[in-house]
């Protein structure tokens, strides 16, 4: 995981940037983010296409940058503890897209606005993204 920004309350959003890390959001917070990296994942590397007349050896070079401008970001919140608190699907890079569902959900697919609202404003300012829970919380 990678460090995003810090919440109100000593909690941290950290980047999910590994099929394993996401696997355990997973179990974590017991909902299937994990479902949703590998279809992401997936899809930004098929969309891969290297540069032509490109060397067979070197087609892979600039696959890991394609997947991290292409793929969303995966969030989790977490408490100082390292308990999960909240899990975020946003845009590529952060930067709004249209027609793109941004999806902030707590554990076991609960409400996260109810006590990390806080925390899900910190991560809105840090990508100057609009993280309404009436448009982030698919289960309103």
Known sequence: MRYVCDAPGGATWFSLETEAEAEAE????????DKYF???EAAARES??????TPVFEQAIGLKGHIARTMPLFLTLRADDGEGLATAMLPPEGRNQANFRIVIVGPENGDPY??????????????????EREDCFPYA
């Open 38 to 40: 590998r279809r992401h």
């Open 114 to 131: 109810t006590a990390h609202a806080a925390a899900i404003a910190a991560l809105a300012r840090h990508f100057s993204l609009e993280l």
């Open 26 to 33: 997973a179990a974590l917070m017991r909902h299937a983010v």
């Open 48 to 53: 891969y296409r290297a540069p032509p007349n």
